[in-house]
């Protein structure tokens, strides 16, 4: 049983900053791999931001430059920092393992 809990989210004015964290508890040793997802309303989930187990840290184009993945700290917490939030940003963000568990997600609202 592994279990992943979003927090961080919340209201932000554009241009400001948030931090996500994504913290993996249970049957997990270690981070390998993970990836965060957003979903807006009427909208498709679609990838934010991941690492591989190679080393690839990959993005989105439309967060390229404002968005970090951070790599699992010891207590198996993956951050996102998110900066110059757009009010495109919008959405509820979801980490996710490679084997497809995912967390509830957090809600993030840009809005003036």
């Known amino acids: 049983q592994v279990q992943l809990v979003e927090s961080g989210g919340g209201l932000v004015q554009p241009g400001g900053s948030l931090r996500l964290s994504c913290a993996a508890s249970?049957?997990?040793?270690?981070?390998?791999?993970m990836g965060w997802y957003r979903q807006a309303p009427g909208k498709q989930r679609e990838f934010v931001a991941g690492?591989?187990?190679?080393?690839?840290?990959n993005y989105a184009d439309s967060v390229k430059g404002r968005f970090t993945i951070s790599r699992p700290n010891a207590k198996n917490t993956v951050y996102l920092q998110m900066n110059s939030l757009k009010p495109e940003d919008t959405a509820v963000y979801y980490c996710k393992l490679p084997s497809g568990n995912w967390g509830q997600g957090t809600q993030v609202t840009v809005s003036s």
């Open positions: 690492f591989t187990s190679g080393g690839t840290t």
């Open positions: 249970g049957r997990i040793f270690s981070i390998n791999a």
